[in-house]
């Protein structure tokens, strides 16, 4: 069985994300979004009793020239060039969306994008993600 990653690995995080097709959609909070566009690693994950887990992790890198996304141990990694990562500080740009070229000509899409309180109330803490659009 695969170990929980541990406490010091994972920084809080609300971090949500949706596979669909060959489309992996990552949805961060304002911490996560600063943390992301700092240079630091976002890092969630599930653990499944008895089987082992599923982790993610999105980060950006000055030195990294274009995205990379691996698969590994149960793990994916996606890392996005700086300059990319940084693209999402302004107030008015809410989606990064970047192409991994695969084999056998499937690509893989990315997109990192910030995560916005619901419009319909819900039982979940929403106090740390984006105001939503519709909401001013």
Known sequence: MTEPLTESYIWRVSMKFRILDNTLRVRLSMPE????????????????????????????????????????AGHIDVCVPATSARALAPAEVVTIDETVAGEGGVDLSIKIEKDFRCLTPRDEDESQLFQHPAET
């Open 33 to 72: 979004i600063e943390r992301f566009t700092a240079g630091h690693a976002v890092t969630a994950q599930v653990v499944f009793p008895g089987s082992g887990q599923l982790a993610i992790s999105v980060r950006s890198d000055a030195s990294q020239a274009s995205t990379r996304a691996t698969f590994s």
